[in-house]
């Protein structure tokens, strides 16, 4: 679209979002004295990318992984390694990791696709399972303890840093990343394919797809960013231990996504956004009165969006009177806007 | 026949014990219509998934313009210029209909290469279709006749010379039968060789100008529409004179 043909539709949805991205570049200057509230966005930033990841595989190709923790976590520690023993540096380490787990997953998992479905969700499990096992078993690696990062002087060269705000930049600039990426696979004959597939493997090879091919790419693209989120989270957290490949994390990148509404290339953002903030509000106020309430009640409010929304928040949304109302008399959309 | 497009040597099917297809040779003329005809579970639509890749045959051979093609994967039809339709449909249901589309022109033989240029294809096939006017509603919301059609579509969007078509007139009311028959004679008009099962006389007699007639896995006969109806053997499968299914 030409600048001169924008509507004022057009204009003022950029309006909407410069201004968003101005507030999220601001905040960090507002909160440098609240590390709790720092924490809970960064943790937004990676487990909403995580779940776009997770997204790529699961909502837009149909081929429901739960084994997605183990992906981050081979990241974490493939990178850790890199740094710890071959000293390099962390962000070659990053770039290492995604390329050795994209490599992996494509070569190692690739037979998994022969399987549809259920079977292709439990094998993603046992696949998981297998990582965490074998680095709980591997001596190199630290077994059971983990492995620790170095702590020193705040260095961008050496992703260390002694405030939150480096980190929630860092994170602020993946998860707008991964989601420019996520919109324009979205929108290519990539994300064609791979809804085709999803939709029906039989009509995607009448018409010249190959669906295993495109889902070994869509598993790659997403361990690939699997591995950039386990990396910035080894950075930041600085200490790693198999529990992160723990199935259970599986399913906290699986949420954000199916609650927000898999179909779309935001939902894992609002999901992501949503639960935990959500979760860490529960936890607070909740959590020191009786240990445990607050997954009960997190559980109660997933099962209420998702009996009530299953196409996710955002299914719900874009049909619904109140984005109606906000694009007409807010954004002032028009006839002209609806294109196609 | 010279050069036909298709030419099929005695393929074979066994689904386990059950021989849906055995041991039948044709050949499809190129340019033409042709049909293929025969009661219910007569082995049609296995004939049409072998030579359609769907499943290798057990025995036999497929050629396409003289190469042969027996056990190519269905994915590398599309590129060699052969398109189809399934019988039972298959829309991409939760996607809109000009996006059940698009993925036939950026796969295709149109090799779009943009979003803008596969949506005009797209386009132009739906107009084709008479599809135009739904390009945005979901394809699972759309009736038998406008899912048939959109069958037709997404094979065409993908430029084929050779178009298998399985029974797309299958539930349609006369009208829109009627609108079919028109429709699949312009999409040959435009230069496409078609193989059609159909169970509606009407339309096989006014499009074909060649019929294959299977009946248990096996062809009992094959010429214009007019021999096809007169032989013998043909009118006793039909009317059911061994109490035979009748079409
Ligand atoms: N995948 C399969 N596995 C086992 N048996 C099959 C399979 N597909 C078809 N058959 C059997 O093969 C025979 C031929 O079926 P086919 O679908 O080819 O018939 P058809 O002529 O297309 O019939 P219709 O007019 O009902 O579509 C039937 O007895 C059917 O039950
Ligand atoms: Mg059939």
């Not at chain 1, 996520?182 to 995607?204: H, N, P, Q």
């Amino acid at each position: 679209m030409k600048t001169s043909t924008l509507t004022p539709y057009a204009i003022r949805k950029r309006i909407a979002i410069v201004l968003l991205l101005t507030i999220l570049a601001v905040i960090p200057l507002f909160l440098s004295r609240q590390p709790y509230v720092m924490n809970v966005f960064i943790l937004i930033f990676y487990t909403s990318t995580m779940s776009m990841a997770w997204n790529l595989l699961g909502g837009m190709t149909g081929q429901n992984s739960l084994g997605h923790a183990a992906y981050m976590g081979l990241g974490a520690y493939v990178a850790a390694l890199f740094v710890t023993k071959a000293g390099l540096n962390p962000w070659l380490s990053m770039l290492l990791s995604m390329l050795i787990v994209g490599g992996l997953a494509g070569i190692v998992f690739y037979p998994c696709f022969l399987l549809k479905g259920p079977y292709f969700t439990l094998v993603s499990i046992a696949f998981g399972e297998t990582i965490r096992q074998f680095v709980i078993n591997w001596d190199f690696a630290g077994k059971a303890t983990g492995i620790s990062l170095p702590f020193g002087a705040e260095s961008f060269l050496e992703f260390r840093f002694m405030s939150k705000a480096p980190y929630y930049y860092i994170g602020l600039i993946m998860i707008i990343g991964v989601y420019l990426l996520m919109r324009k696979i979205s929108k290519s004959k990539f994300g064609f394919a791979l809804r085709t597939i999803r939709e029906d493997e039989d009509v995607a090879s009448a018409i010249g797809i190959k669906p295993m091919k495109y889902k070994v790419y869509a598993l790659i693209v997403s361990s690939m960013i699997a591995a950039m989120v386990g990396s910035f989270y080894a950075y930041y957290n600085r200490y790693i231990d198999p529990d992160l490949m723990l199935q259970s994390y599986s399913v906290e990148f699986v949420l954000p996504a199916i609650v927000g509404g898999a179909a779309f290339v935001e939902g894992p953002l609002v999901g992501g956004a949503i639960l935990i903030t959500l979760s860490e509000f529960l936890r607070n106020e909740f959590g020191a009165i009786l240990p445990g309430i607050n997954l009960i009640l997190y559980a109660v409010v997933l099962l209420v969006v998702i009996r009530f929304r299953p196409v996710g928040l955002l299914g719900w949304f874009s049909e619904s009177k109140l984005k109606k109302m906000i694009d007409v008399k807010i954004l002032k959309k028009s006839e002209k806007d609806e294109e196609v | 026949m010279e050069n036909p497009i298709i030419k099929v040597e005695s393929i074979t099917k066994n689904f386990k014990g059950l021989k849906a297809v055995s041991d039948v040779s044709f050949e499809i003329r190129s340019g033409a219509i042709t049909g293929m005809i025969g009661p219910n579970g007569a082995g049609k639509s296995t004939t049409f998934n072998m030579i359609c890749g769907y499943y290798p045959p057990s025995n036999g051979k497929i050629f396409y313009k003289g190469e042969e093609i027996t056990h190519k994967h269905p994915y590398e039809y599309t590129n060699m210029g052969i398109a189809r339709t399934f019988q039972i449909m298959k829309p991409l249901g939760n996607l809109p209909v000009v996006d059940n589309v698009v993925p036939s022109a950026y796969f295709g033989r149109y090799g779009a290469k943009s979003l803008k240029e596969a949506r005009e294809i797209a386009l132009d096939v739906l107009n084709f279709t008479g599809l135009y006017e739904k390009r945005k509603v979901l394809a699972k919301d759309m009736g038998t006749p406008d899912q048939k059609r959109l069958e037709m579509a997404r094979a065409l969007a993908t430029k084929p010379e050779m178009l298998f078509l399985d029974e797309v007139m299958a539930g349609l009311n006369p009208a829109e039968t009627e609108s079919a028959i028109e429709l699949i004679r312009k999409i040959n008009d435009s230069g496409v060789t078609i193989f059609l099962i159909e169970h509606i006389m009407k339309a096989v007699v006014s499009l074909c100008e060649h019929v294959i007639v299977l009946h248990h896995g096996e062809k009992i006969s094959e010429g214009t529409p007019e021999e096809v109806m007169n032989d013998p053997y043909v009118m006793e499968v039909y009317l059911g004179k061994k109490g035979e299914n009748n079409a």
